[in-house]
Nanobody, 122 residues
Framework: QVQLVESGGGLVQAGGSLRLSCAAS????????MGWFRQAPGKEREFVAA????????YNADSVKGRFAISRDSAKNTVYLQMNSLKPEDTAVYYC???????????????WGQGTQVTVSS
């Protein structure tokens, strides 16, 4: 199994920035495509961003394009989500996930972290 642990969440004012980190265990991290998802109370889990196993291809949801950026550092077994110009509607629990295929669908991801809370205040 791959174990994923998110960190970096917290409380931030609207317009501020936050960087989430996802640390992966195991020796096969670089073989997986990685994604970030979020889930707010009463809503389904929503795709945020994905990055290929090589790091050469990324895809962002329309709601975060121009504001969020996903990246990875294979040497550190870590994937990041840089979040800028945060809005109150970005408030959610953010989850890191790993999959063998490049996907925006949560059902295609094999491993999940425990989540980290991001709260954006007005």
């Amino acid at each position: 199994q791959v174990q994923l642990v998110e960190s970096g969440g917290g409380l931030v004012q609207a317009g501020g920035s936050l960087r989430l980190s996802c640390a992966a265990s195991g020796r096969t991290f670089s073989s997986y495509n990685m994604g970030w998802f979020r889930q707010a109370p009463g809503k389904e889990r929503e795709f945020v961003a994905a990055i290929s196993w090589t790091g050469g291809h990324t895809y962002n949801a329309d709601s975060v394009k121009g504001r969020f950026a996903i990246s990875r550092d294979s040497a550190k077994n870590t994937v990041y989500l840089q979040m800028n110009s945060l809005k109150p509607e970005d408030t959610a629990v953010y989850y890191c996930a790993a999959t063998s295929v490049f996907s925006t669908k949560p059902g295609q991801y094999d491993y999940w972290g425990q989540g980290t809370q991001v709260t954006v205040s007005s």
